[in-house]
């Protein structure tokens, strides 16, 4: 699915929807506060039954509400043990069945951390799995863009390069841009320019693509010379996201835009609200 701006939405269901177990009232209650997506958290388990998962999939439709997906957050395919690696990956492909009969065309998920591992070892280990895990979602059918996620923190894998270096080698992987996450690991990249520079930077290692169908998540957020220490609301943290705003609209980014922050929807309304008026 492609569209012509960026389209807003939460990280799980609204926090101000009234039955907030139920994900088709999520997405109702998004077209009710004029966003435009909603992302399925699977964070804790990737469990759902066959007749939410398909009337989730008839309402996202009806409404005009594209769904993407996140993984459960237990995911490592650095893991010590192969059952733990041969797990994760199970996780990951049920993930994608779910998503994939709700109508998501994109999932993301944190893939790995380091375990005071080579970088370079635990990526060759990132990307067998997600070789491995493409072949096996070839045979069942399923077309799903599988985006790990631009982590926060030092110790996990999912740096920009190792995302970019990935989406170069597997051919269903995309990147997950966490501007947030991206700020907390780096300490830097928080002004119009460096937004900019990360955007032109995967224009140029990537294609245009990569700014024509992006998956973004957002947040206020804290941290520390190790990374993120939790996610914030957006105007009680310094990240700059009025600017990243200016430099999505000014380089004419499209896809989705996910609020991380505690207050949901709250924020997600807020950055669409201004990006609109760009």
């Not at 043990?81 to 998920?109: H, N, P, W, Y």
Request: with cysteine; net charge negative; charged share 30%.
């Amino acid at each position: 699915m492609r569209f012509d701006r960026l389209l807003f939405g939460t990280a799980g269901i609204p926090n101000s929807t009234v039955r907030k177990s139920n994900p088709i009232e999520g997405v109702k209650q998004i077209h009710a506060l004029g966003l435009d997506c909603m992302q399925l958290e699977f964070a804790h388990g990737v469990r759902m039954k066959d007749e939410v998962s398909s009337g989730l999939r008839k309402v996202s439709y009806e409404l005009g509400i594209p769904l993407t997906s996140h993984g459960p957050y237990y995911i490592n395919l650095n893991a010590r043990e192969q059952d733990k690696i041969d797990s994760s990956v199970e996780r990951i492909i049920q993930t994608a069945k779910i998503s994939d009969l709700c109508g998501a065309e994109s999932m993301t998920f944190h893939a790995a951390f380091y375990m005071k591992d080579s970088p370079y070892d635990v990526f060759d280990l990132v990307e067998k799995s997600l070789n491995v895990i493409e072949e096996r979602l070839s045979k069942l059918d399923i077309e799903i863009e599988l985006r790990p996620e631009l982590t926060g923190k030092t110790s996990q894998f999912g740096s920009l390069d190792e995302l970019v270096t990935l989406t170069k080698n597997v051919n269903s992987c995309k990147p997950c841009m966490d501007f947030s996450h991206l700020y907390a690991r780096t300490e830097k990249y928080n002004t119009y320019e460096e937004f900019c520079e990360v955007l032109d930077s995967l224009r140029s290692k990537l294609g245009d693509e990569a700014l024509r169908n992006m998956h973004i998540h957002i947040s206020g957020i804290s941290s520390n010379s190790k990374g993120d220490l939790k996610h914030l609301n957006l105007e009680d943290s310094d990240f700059n996201w009025r600017d990243l705003m200016r430099a999505l609209k000014d380089k004419n980014c499209r896809g989705y835009v996910i609020s991380n922050s505690p207050n949901l929807e709250v924020d997600a309304k807020m950055l669409k609200d201004y990006y609109m008026t760009l």
